[in-house]
Each structure stands twice: as C-alpha cells, then as structure tokens.
C-alpha cells in the first residue's frame, strides 16, 4: 500500500524541482556560450532575462485585450465569455462595465482572458510561441547592445559596464507601472491551462524542460562544429583566431545576440510558469550572480559540467525549501538566505580549490571516438603497407 | 533658517557616494579588481548603527567608529582568505571578480539573516527602517547628518593626503600602486598595503552605509543598489585617481539627486522613475569620449578626440 500524500508531495517536489533546474539551464546555457565557449564575461545576464518575463507580462495580456475590446466598456466586447466574466467580477468595482486598463485592472482582465485560452489551445500555444519570438527579438536586440562595448572595452571595465547597464529593466519596471505593473506587479496570461487544471505544472514544466532540451542540444552540436572550435580560439588566443581568418568582432555579435536570445526566452517561460510577475524578482543576485556561480562551480565550457552546476544548486535550494518546515524553528532567520551564503562560501572554496569548476572542459571531438580511432586505424594501416 | 531639504539629499547622497567610489577606486588601483561587493560593505554600516541606536539605544554617532572597524575588518578578511590565496595561486582577473561576486551573496545572505536575529531576539523593525529619528537636530542647519557627511569628506580626504604624501607608509602605499615589483624589490610590503587599502575602502564604506542609514529607509540590499551609482562614479573618475574617484561620485550624486529634480520641473515628474538613466548615461559618455575618465582630462585631448569622432574605449 503506497502513502498516498507521500506520492503527491514527491509529485509536487519533483515538478518544481524540474522546472526550475530546466529554467536555470536554459539561462546558465546561454551564459555558457558567452562566457564558457567565447570568453565573453557577460556580469549583466539579468537584462536579457527581466527582457523576455517583461515581454510576456506586457505583450501577450494587451494584445489579448485589444482582441477582444476589452478597454472601452463592457459593452464593446467580441467574445462572450470574456465580457459574461468581466460582468461577473464587477460587483467588486463597478468600473470596470465602462472602461479598463491593462494595468489597472490587471487581474481581472488576466482572469477573465485565461477562461478563453483554457477553452482554446490553438490559441493558448499560438500567443506561447507569438511571446517566446518576441521575447527572442527583444533579447537579441539587447545582445547586439551588448556587443558593442562587448567588442571595445576591457574583462574588467566591461564587466562593470555590463552588470551597470543590467540592472538599467529592472529599475524601470519597478519604478514605473506602465510596463509591468511597478511596486505591484502583474498577472501573466497563461498559455498552459488548457491541459486541465491538475495538469497544469505539469505541462507547463515539461514544455520548459523540452525547450531546456533543445537548447542543451544546440549548444552541444555548436560546440562540435566548426564555429565552436572558432569561439574557442577566439577565447583562447584571439590574434591567432584573426590571422587565421577568423571574424571575431562578427562572433562575439552573433554570439551575444545567440545567447541574449536564449536568456529572454528562459525569462518569458519563467514569467508564464509563475503566472505573474513583478519587477524586483528579476534582480542581478537570481538572474546574474547565481547563474555565474552554477557555471563556474560545475565547470565552464562544459555542458556536463554546466548542467551538473546547474543540479547541485537547484537540489540544494529545493531541498531547503522543502525542508523549511523542519528548520525554521530551530533556525532564528528565515532559511530562504541559507542558500545564497552556502553557494557563496561554496564558490571561493571552488574557486581557490578546483578553479577548473568539478568537471573541467575536455577537448571536443567533432567526430564520435569510434570514428576517429577507425580513422586512425586506416592511417596507420596504409602507412604500414 | 534651515537648509534646502533638496540640497540635504543631495550633499548626504553625494558625499556618501563619492566616499564609497573612493574606496573602489583605492581597491581597483592596488588589487586592479572591482569589488562587486561595495555597496553591501556600506550596508553593514548601516546594520550597525541600526543595532546601535535601535536594539543597544546608544547614541547614533557612536556607530561611527564601529560601523569604520566592523566593514573595515570585513573587507580585510574577503581579501585575506579568499583574494590573497587567489592571487597567490594566479587565478585571473576573472576569477578574482567572481570571488567577489560570491562575497556579495554571503554578505546579502549575512545581512539579512542578521536583520531577521534582531527582529526575532529584540522586536526592533530591521527592515524598510527610517532611523532619522536617531539623528541630533542642529539649531539652524536641520539633521546633524548633512554637517556629518560634510565633515567625513573634509576629514577622510586631509587625512588621506596627510597619510600619503607625509608618512611613510604613505608613500610606500604609492610606489606599491605606482610599481608593486619595483617597490617590493625596495623593501616595501606591498601585501600590507593590499591589505590596508582593503581595510580602508570597507572602513569608508562601513561610515558611508552609517550616514545612509540617518537619512534614508534602509534594508539589507540598500548598499548593493547602489553599485551602478558607485561604478558610475568611479569610472567618471577614471578608476586611477582618488581625487577623480571624489570628483566622480559628486558630479553622479548631484546629478540623480538634483540634476533629476530640475529636469522633472521643467519636463514633468514622468522623468523621476527613469532616475537610473542617468548615471548610465554618463558612464557610457565617459567611456566614448574620455574613457579615462576626469583624472585623465586634458581639454585639448578631448577636442582631438572628438574631432577624430569618438575614442576607442579604456
């Protein structure tokens, strides 16, 4: 006989602790392309991230809104699950039945368009991907910001500017209410309630882990090919990469515009799998400082290592999650901070001990071992003939 | 008569900033790592004179000495166990800016749990806490913080210019920044000095995070918000001078301060939330044009560099 809440509460665990290792990889990945693959030292991560949860807390809701003619009076709207939603929820303010605003009444309008994407899939994965290609462009936009003092500054002065110019999303959103809803943030509408409510995170983490997959797969098939052995040489020995005709100022570009990219994409997925947001979350300790210390702890330019890093610290903050009931009253402070001074004291120690990360970066073999050693076995035998 | 309470914000928040822009460009020029920890070092400033006024109810300007020791002996240990043995192993500068990144999260992880113990131990409001309530009122002038922080810009930058032009250590201290093969080959103990300008950036840190804390709502990531003011300035200031380090953190202070509240006369109060904009946009500028920043201005090189249509970056 199997406890049953035993199962559910490993269920639960499990999903949250798969959804957040999928997110962080996809943000570490492309941190890892940057940094791990090219020696670009990107300390303002957070900004492509707070890009793409900004997009899909401001685009997909407006738009919908706008679709449906939401903002002027209830009697104007097209679909009438929407304005027999809205009229049900205006006992609570009155308003609402002449005119709306997105961020006025944001939860309202959240709500009431979530009951038109639960009954509509094609819609719900049509506004999904629609986000995640935007949030793609803004975030590319914003590498191709990046690159430019990316290609002229030093490691440190551009580590400077970078981590300054990241921190330029999260301020603006917090301080004004029109992009994400300021000090209080807003409801994103949410593209994975169709399935059913009981499988709700469930699918919403497995789409993230899919889109985590993809992504793990396209860094490890660059990292095999022949760009990848340019962005090596570009971040081993730069002048050499040039005189052999390399274009570095073109891959550091495409690289920061790849990665960037990549980041928006993991923020917007987060921004859709919490089902709301607000701008303080998207801070330079979660988005920036924590990534760096996953990538370097499990090994840069390292796929394994970086996913490695990746499981070591989301475990380590699930596991205090999980066990905050049991340590909060022994504990005098709350243990949401124990990760962050144990990832600290971790890292120094990594980095005095085993700067390499735990698994360090091996040669790449573009073709499979088996290849190459019958490769090898074909040579030898020609030459001895 | 009491002064402006705009020009109040904007001299405490300027010398405050320009004393903490101090201390990175004093690490940056012996160690050549920024601290990405700075700001937090203030915090613990703050922290202590919140545990001096609010949970021992001492006098406010007691934290002062204290708040100077404990950020002060903070820093010194960062260097000490984890940027020394660095060094000593040869990590490169990247790997010594990542350890300070990791000092960052222990002092936030730190701070906080230190503002939950006295809440839970003393039932005193450690977070989004005003302590102006603590500060003397000084007849005619308003809050003793803003005679304060005058007074530590005027004292911190004698005693500097004392320290390094009439002592010894002083003027090791600059040959070990000048030259640090060349004055070790003389005799000079360049890890000490590493080591006191360490001590000294966190001490200057540790009384800017106490004037802060008079003056503004504090919580344990005040200090790390205003890294981006604290780069800013440094980086107008050029990173290899103190006195450009001051200059900077003035001009930065003044401008979000003061500058932003001109500017939201005459363009309306929209412009207040975009207050960020603004140290960014004089980095940038430094960086395009005069990428060494104040302390390396020479007028007729900044027209030779326009005219070539913008610099090459530091």
């Given at each position: 006989?199997?406890?049953?809440?035993?199962?559910?509460?490993?269920?639960?665990?499990?999903?949250?602790?798969?959804?957040?290792?999928?997110?962080?990889?996809?943000?570490?990945?492309?941190?890892?392309?940057?940094?791990?693959?090219?020696?670009?030292?990107?300390?303002?991560?957070?900004?492509?991230?707070?890009?793409?949860?900004?997009?899909?807390?401001?685009?997909?809701?407006?738009?919908?809104?706008?679709?449906?003619?939401?903002?002027?009076?209830?009697?104007?709207?097209?679909?009438?699950?929407?304005?027999?939603?809205?009229?049900?929820?205006?006992?609570?303010?009155?308003?609402?039945?002449?005119?709306?605003?997105?961020?006025?009444?944001?939860?309202?309008?959240?709500?009431?368009?979530?009951?038109?994407?639960?009954?509509?899939?094609?819609?719900?994965?049509?506004?999904?991907?629609?986000?995640?290609?935007?949030?793609?462009?803004?975030?590319?936009?914003?590498?191709?910001?990046?690159?430019?003092?990316?290609?002229?500054?030093?490691?440190?002065?551009?580590?400077?500017?970078?981590?300054?110019?990241?921190?330029?999303?999260?301020?603006?959103?917090?301080?004004?209410?029109?992009?994400?809803?300021?000090?209080?943030?807003?409801?994103?509408?949410?593209?994975?309630?169709?399935?059913?409510?009981?499988?709700?995170?469930?699918?919403?983490?497995?789409?993230?882990?899919?889109?985590?997959?993809?992504?793990?797969?396209?860094?490890?098939?660059?990292?095999?090919?022949?760009?990848?052995?340019?962005?090596?040489?570009?971040?081993?020995?730069?002048?050499?990469?040039?005189?052999?005709?390399?274009?570095?100022?073109?891959?550091?570009?495409?690289?920061?515009?790849?990665?960037?990219?990549?980041?928006?994409?993991?923020?917007?997925?987060?921004?859709?799998?919490?089902?709301?947001?607000?701008?303080?979350?998207?801070?330079?300790?979660?988005?920036?400082?924590?990534?760096?210390?996953?990538?370097?702890?499990?090994?840069?330019?390292?796929?394994?290592?970086?996913?490695?890093?990746?499981?070591?610290?989301?475990?380590?903050?699930?596991?205090?999650?999980?066990?905050?009931?049991?340590?909060?009253?022994?504990?005098?402070?709350?243990?949401?901070?124990?990760?962050?001074?144990?990832?600290?004291?971790?890292?120094?120690?990594?980095?005095?001990?085993?700067?390499?990360?735990?698994?360090?970066?091996?040669?790449?073999?573009?073709?499979?071992?088996?290849?190459?050693?019958?490769?090898?076995?074909?040579?030898?035998?020609?030459?001895?003939? | 008569?009491?002064?402006?309470?705009?020009?109040?914000?904007?001299?405490?928040?300027?010398?405050?900033?320009?004393?903490?822009?101090?201390?990175?460009?004093?690490?940056?020029?012996?160690?050549?790592?920024?601290?990405?920890?700075?700001?937090?070092?203030?915090?613990?400033?703050?922290?202590?004179?919140?545990?001096?006024?609010?949970?021992?109810?001492?006098?406010?300007?007691?934290?002062?000495?204290?708040?100077?020791?404990?950020?002060?002996?903070?820093?010194?240990?960062?260097?000490?166990?984890?940027?020394?043995?660095?060094?000593?192993?040869?990590?490169?500068?990247?790997?010594?800016?990542?350890?300070?990144?990791?000092?960052?999260?222990?002092?936030?992880?730190?701070?906080?749990?230190?503002?939950?113990?006295?809440?839970?131990?003393?039932r005193v409001q450690s977070r989004d806490v005003l302590l102006r309530r603590f500060d003397v009122q000084i007849e005619g002038i308003g809050p003793g913080v803003f005679l304060a922080s005058i007074a530590f810009v005027?004292?911190?930058?004698?005693?500097?210019?004392?320290?390094?032009?009439?002592?010894?250590?002083?003027?090791?201290?600059?040959?070990?920044?000048?030259?640090?093969?060349?004055?070790?080959?003389?005799?000079?103990?360049?890890?000490?000095?590493?080591?006191?300008?360490?001590?000294?950036?966190?001490?200057?840190?540790?009384?800017?995070?106490?004037?802060?804390?008079?003056?503004?709502?504090?919580?344990?990531?005040?200090?790390?918000?205003?890294?981006?003011?604290?780069?800013?300035?440094?980086?107008?200031?050029?990173?290899?001078?103190?006195?450009?380090?001051?200059?900077?953190?003035?001009?930065?202070?003044?401008?979000?301060?003061?500058?932003?509240?001109?500017?939201?006369?005459?363009?309306?109060?929209?412009?207040?939330?975009?207050?960020?904009?603004?140290?960014?946009?004089?980095?940038?500028?430094?960086?395009?044009?005069?990428?060494?920043?104040?302390?390396?201005?020479?007028?007729?090189?900044?027209?030779?560099?326009?005219?070539?249509?913008?610099?090459?970056?530091?």
């Amino acid at each position: 006989m199997i406890d049953e809440e035993a199962l559910r509460s490993a269920y639960v665990f499990l999903t949250y602790l798969l959804a957040y290792l999928a997110i962080y990889l996809i943000v570490n990945l492309s941190l890892d392309l940057e940094y791990g693959k090219s020696g670009i030292p990107n300390f303002g991560k957070v900004l492509s991230v707070a890009a793409g949860a900004f997009v899909a807390g401001s685009i997909p809701g407006r738009l919908l809104g706008y679709l449906f003619n939401v903002y002027s009076g209830v009697s104007g709207i097209t679909d009438p699950v929407v304005a027999e939603c809205i009229r049900g929820l205006s006992p609570q303010k009155p308003t609402i039945l002449d005119r709306m605003d997105y961020i006025e009444d944001n939860s309202i309008i959240v709500i009431c368009i979530n009951k038109v994407l639960y009954a509509n899939p094609v819609l719900s994965i049509g506004i999904l991907l629609m986000t995640l290609l935007m949030a793609a462009a803004v975030g590319a936009a914003l590498g191709l910001v990046a690159s430019y003092p990316a290609l002229r500054l030093r490691e440190d002065y551009l580590a400077m500017t970078l981590l300054a110019f990241g921190e330029f999303l999260t301020a603006i959103g917090y301080y004004t209410r029109d992009i994400v809803g300021g000090t209080l943030g807003v409801s994103v509408v949410d593209p994975f309630g169709w399935v059913g409510g009981e499988f709700r995170f469930l699918s919403a983490t497995l789409i993230i882990a899919a889109v985590a997959g993809l992504i793990v797969l396209y860094v490890r098939l660059v990292s095999r090919s022949p760009l990848g052995r340019a962005l090596r040489a570009m971040r081993d020995q730069e002048v050499a990469a040039e005189v052999l005709g390399k274009d570095t100022v073109a891959l550091r570009r495409n690289v920061l515009m790849v990665s960037s990219a990549i980041a928006a994409i993991g923020g917007a997925l987060w921004a859709f799998y919490a089902g709301g947001l607000i701008a303080t979350a998207y801070d330079r300790a979660t988005w920036t400082f924590l990534p760096w210390v996953m990538v370097i702890l499990g090994g840069a330019g390292n796929e394994v290592g970086v996913l490695l890093g990746t499981s070591i610290y989301v475990t380590a903050r699930a596991l205090i999650d999980q066990y905050k009931g049991l340590l909060e009253p022994v504990l005098p402070f709350s243990v949401v901070w124990l990760d962050r001074l144990l990832m600290g004291i971790v890292l120094i120690v990594i980095l005095i001990a085993r700067p390499q990360g735990i698994l360090p970066e091996k040669p790449v073999y573009p073709l499979g071992r088996a290849r190459i050693r019958r490769i090898v076995e074909a040579v030898k035998s020609r030459s001895s003939s | 008569m009491a002064v402006d309470p705009l020009v109040r914000d904007a001299v405490i928040y300027a010398s405050t900033l320009s004393m903490l822009s101090l201390g990175l460009t004093l690490t940056y020029m012996t160690t050549k790592v920024p601290n990405f920890a700075h700001g937090s070092l203030a915090t613990v400033g703050s922290y202590t004179l919140l545990t001096f006024a609010s949970v021992l109810k001492l006098n406010a300007y007691y934290s002062i000495p204290a708040a100077f020791l404990i950020s002060g002996a903070v820093s010194a240990a960062f260097y000490l166990l984890a940027l020394r043995p660095l060094i000593n192993r040869g990590a490169g500068l990247l790997h010594q800016m990542i350890a300070t990144i990791a000092f960052e999260l222990v002092l936030i992880a730190a701070l906080n749990i230190y503002a939950d113990l006295i809440t839970q131990t003393f039932r005193v409001q450690s977070r989004d806490v005003l302590l102006r309530r603590f500060d003397v009122q000084i007849e005619g002038i308003g809050p003793g913080v803003f005679l304060a922080s005058i007074a530590f810009v005027a004292v911190t930058l004698t005693a500097l210019v004392l320290l390094l032009h009439r002592t010894r250590f002083g003027v090791a201290m600059r040959a070990a920044i000048e030259n640090p093969m060349l004055a070790g080959t003389l005799g000079v103990n360049v890890k000490l000095v590493y080591l006191f300008s360490w001590f000294l950036a966190g001490g200057l840190a540790g009384v800017s995070g106490v004037l802060l804390g008079l003056h503004y709502q504090q919580d344990p990531a005040f200090g790390s918000r205003m890294l981006v003011s604290i780069f800013a300035s440094s980086i107008l200031g050029g990173l290899s001078s103190i006195y450009g380090a001051v200059l900077g953190g003035f001009t930065i202070g003044l401008v979000e301060i003061y500058g932003i509240f001109q500017l939201s006369r005459a363009v309306g109060g929209w412009i207040l939330p975009y207050r960020i904009v603004f140290p960014l946009l004089i980095m940038a500028v430094t960086l395009l044009v005069f990428p060494k920043g104040l302390s390396g201005l020479q007028l007729s090189g900044i027209t030779a560099r326009l005219r070539k249509g913008g610099g090459k970056g530091a």
